[in-house]
């Protein structure tokens, strides 16, 4: 069995979800020995930017097409 683990704390080794996952995956490997972890940490890897046009591509069918999108926390506003 494979198992992706995707890494996305910048705490990295501090971090408590990190820690927590990995006890996890532990536990899961001790009882099926057959799993085989990959890790993917997104502050380790090269990602494309997520900049004005990724984030109008995103939204625009779902909201038409706008000047200005402002991102606040889990909220989009359109000015």
Not at 35 to 61: M, Q, S
Request: proline share 3%.
């Amino acid at each position: 069995m494979k198992l992706l683990e995707i890494q996305s704390s910048p705490r990295g080794e501090s971090s408590d979800s990190i820690t927590l996952t990995q006890s996890f995956i532990e536990s899961c490997k001790s009882d099926n020995t057959s799993i085989v972890v990959d890790t993917l940490n997104v502050w380790h890897e090269r990602l494309p930017e997520f900049d004005y046009e990724a984030i109008g591509a995103k939204y625009k069918g779902q909201f038409g097409t706008f000047g200005l999108w402002q991102l606040s926390a889990s909220h989009i506003y359109v000015t």
